[in-house]
Antibody, heavy 123, light 106 residues
Framework: QVQLVESGGGLVQTGMSLRLSCAAS????????MHWVRQAPGKGLEWVAV????????FYSGFAEGRFTISRDNSKNTLFLQMSSLRVEDTAVYYC????????????????WGQGVLVTVSS | SYELTQAPSVSASPGQTASIPCSGH??????VFWYQQKPRQSPILVIY???MRPSGIPERFSGSNSGNTATLTISGTQPMDEADYYC?????????FGGGTKLTVL
């Protein structure tokens, strides 16, 4: 049973930083590309970033480029999202999600999702 | 940048067929994925690669993709199917979601 458990969310002020973690279990974490997806309150899903299974490549959505950094520690089965220069519009539930392919390169879809963690950015 | 368009809402009566369209430029040339999200829950993958069903997803969920439109079809809609449904594809190493369609089962 694949489980993804996010942590690290909370209330921060604009301009501050926050680091999210996602602990994975139940599958070979190091074999799967991983993503972060967010959802603002009452809004739709918005992709944030992807990281290859070996961490060798990363891609970001436009709003995340230069402010957010995705990383992973395969020895600890953990995915991270370092967020800096946070804005009010970054307020959202952040989900980690496993890519649907058992391979180094992603297929850019999500077969398992975590329960999400709320990040609130206030001015 | 690539965009996916979904109607905000769709309704169906129990037992009827619900069709949820998703449109995009030459969408039929891409793979489309569908997610179901119920209130206060995480999304669930219900269709991948246009028409494939993950294990555990009921057979009443099906998908198609041709031209500029992909469609999620729910045959014999049940009250438990009431949820938000999101289509998704990818382009140039980025993921694109549609805005979501709220399915109401009346």
């Amino acid at each position: 049973q694949v489980q993804l458990v996010e942590s690290g969310g909370g209330l921060v002020q604009t301009g501050m930083s926050l680091r999210l973690s996602c602990a994975a279990s139940g599958s070979t974490f190091s074999s799967y590309p991983m993503h972060w997806v967010r959802q603002a309150p009452g809004k739709g899903l918005e992709w944030v970033a992807v990281i290859w299974s070996d961490g060798g490549k990363k891609f970001y959505s436009g709003f995340a480029e230069g402010r957010f950094t995705i990383s992973r520690d395969n020895s600890k089965n953990t995915l991270f999202l370092q967020m800096s220069s946070l804005r009010v519009e970054d307020t959202a539930v952040y989900y980690c999600a496993r890519d649907g392919t058992w391979n180094d390169a992603p297929k850019f879809y999500f077969d398992y999702w975590g329960q999400g963690v709320l990040v609130t950015v206030s001015s | 940048s690539y965009e996916l368009t979904q109607a905000p809402s769709v309704s169906a009566s129990p037992g009827q067929t619900a069709s949820i369209p998703c449109s995009g430029h030459k969408l039929g040339d891409k793979f489309v994925f569908w997610y179901q999200q119920k209130p206060r829950q995480s999304p669930i993958l219900v269709i991948y690669e246009n028409y494939m069903r993950p294990s555990g997803i009921p057979e009443r969920f099906s998908g198609s993709n041709s031209g500029n439109t992909a469609t999620l079809t729910i045959s014999g809609t049940q009250p438990m199917d009431e949820a938000d449904y999101y289509c998704q594809t990818w382009d140039r190493d980025t993921v694109i979601f549609g805005g979501g369609t709220k399915l109401t089962v009346l």
